[in-house]
C-alpha cells in the first residue's frame, strides 16, 4: 500500500513540475507532519551551533549544507516544500549565520576543522543515515564528513558544489594567486569580500533579476562587514587551495561508493561553470544531471523546480 504522505509529495513534485501551483495536502494526510521551521542551538566541541530543522524527526533526514557569505538562511524557501515529506536539518558553519565566531586565535578556520565540527553535530543529533544537500562551501565541507562516515549517506544533492578541475571558472585563475602568496595579493581577498561582489554571486547572469531579494545581499554583506570576519574568511579563502588538491580523493571516493546521486546546477554561475555539473556523471554514471537558467545560487531563481527535482529523485529511490 503507497503511504498517503508518500503520495501527497509526489502529486506536489508533479505540479511543480508542470509549472501549477502546488496544493496544500489535506490534513489528513499530513498529521505526523510538520513544515514550520524551528530553529535550535546544539553545543558541539564547546561551540554554540545554530541550525534550522523542519519536518518530522521519524522521517527520512535531509541535511543541507550552506555556501559563502550565507548561512542554513539561504535554504528558507526550501525547507518548507521538501518537509512534506521529510525531516530536514540545516546548520550554520562556525563562523557565519548565527553559529559562534570565535576569533582565528580560538578556533583554526579550515575546512578539515569545520568538516569536523559539522561531522560531530550530525553525530550529536543522531543522524545516522541521511541525504546530503551541497551548495558552495558545503560541497568541499561535505565530502569531507561523508568521506569520514561513508555509512551516513543515502544519497547525493549537488547544487553548484565544484568537486573537477573544469568546474572552475576563469576568475579562479587570479585567485590562485593568493594561494601562491597571500601577503602580495591582498586585493583578492578585498574583492573577493566586496559589496559588489557580494551582490554578483547571486546576480551576475541571470536571466531572471525579478526573483532575487536585495536583502538577501545586503545582509551578506552586513555578515562579512562584523569585526572579525574579514580575518576569518581570508583563511578560509586561503584554504581553500586543499579542496582543490582535494579533488581527486572525492572523485575516487564517488567512483567507490556511488551514491545516489541528483544535480542540480545553475548553468549561468562564472565562478563553478556548467562543467563541474556535468563531471559528476564521470564517476557516478548513474546521476542524474539537471543544468538550470539559473545562477550561483540557483535556489535564488529555480526553487520549485529544484524542490520537485528534488521529492522525484529521492522518492523513485526508496528515501
Aim: hydrophobic fraction near 40%.
Amino acid at each position: 500500500m503507497i503511504k498517503p504522505i508518500a503520495v501527497a509529495a509526489a502529486t506536489f513534485a508533479a505540479s511543480l513540475l508542470a509549472g501549477h501551483a502546488a496544493a496544500r495536502p489535506a490534513e489528513s494526510a499530513m498529521e505526523s507532519n510538520s513544515t514550520t521551521t524551528t530553529y535550535h542551538r546544539a553545543t558541539v566541541d564547546g561551540l554554540t551551533i545554530f541550525y534550522r530543522e523542519a519536518g518530522p524527526r521519524d522521517a527520512a533526514t535531509i541535511v543541507l549544507l550552506h555556501g559563502f557569505p550565507s548561512s542554513s538562511r539561504s535554504f528558507d524557501t526550501l525547507i518548507p516544500l521538501l518537509a512534506t515529506r521529510y525531516h530536514l536539518i540545516a546548520p550554520d558553519f562556525p563562523g557565519f549565520g548565527h553559529s559562534d565566531v570565535p576569533p582565528p586565535s580560538k578556533y583554526t578556520y579550515t575546512f578539515d576543522h569545520l568538516a569536523e565540527t559539522t561531522d560531530h553535530f550530525l553525530t550529536q543529533l543522531g543522524i545516522e543515515k541521511c541525504a546530503f544537500f551541497l551548495h558552495d562551501y558545503g560541497g568541499p565541507i561535505g565530502f569531507r564528513v561523508m568521506m569520514a562516515q561513508p555509512k551516513r549517506v543515502a544519497a547525493l544533492i549537488v547544487s553548484n558544489a565544484n568537486a573537477y578541475q573544469e568546474g572552475l571558472g576563469a576568475k579562479w585563475a587570479e585567485r590562485a594567486k593568493y594561494w601562491e602568496d597571500r601577503a602580495a595579493h591582498p586585493e583578492v581577498i578585498e574583492g573577493f569580500a566586496s559589496f559588489a561582489t557580494t551582490e554578483q554571486r547571486h546576480t551576475l547572469g541571470t536571466s531572471h533579476p525579478e526573483r532575487y531579494n536585495p536583502d538577501t545581499w545586503t545582509d551578506e554583506f552586513a555578515f562579512l562587514s562584523r569585526p572579525g570576519q574579514r580575518e576569518i574568511q581570508a583563511d578560509l579563502f586561503y584554504d581553500y587551495r586543499t579542496n582543490v588538491a582535494a579533488y581527486p580523493a572525492w572523485q575516487a571516493w564517488l567512483r567507490e561508493h556511488k551514491p545516489p546521486t541528483l544535480v542540480v546546477w545553475g548553468k549561468n554561475d562564472p565562478s563553478f561553470i556548467a562543467a563541474g555539473g556535468d563531471a559528476y556523471k564521470r564517476d557516478v554514471p548513474e546521476a542524474e544531471i539537471h543544468q538550470l537558467d539559473a545562477g550561483h545560487f540557483a535556489l535564488d531563481e529555480k526553487n520549485d523546480e529544484i524542490a520537485a527535482l528534488i521529492l522525484q529523485f529521492l522518492s523513485h529511490r526508496g528515501f
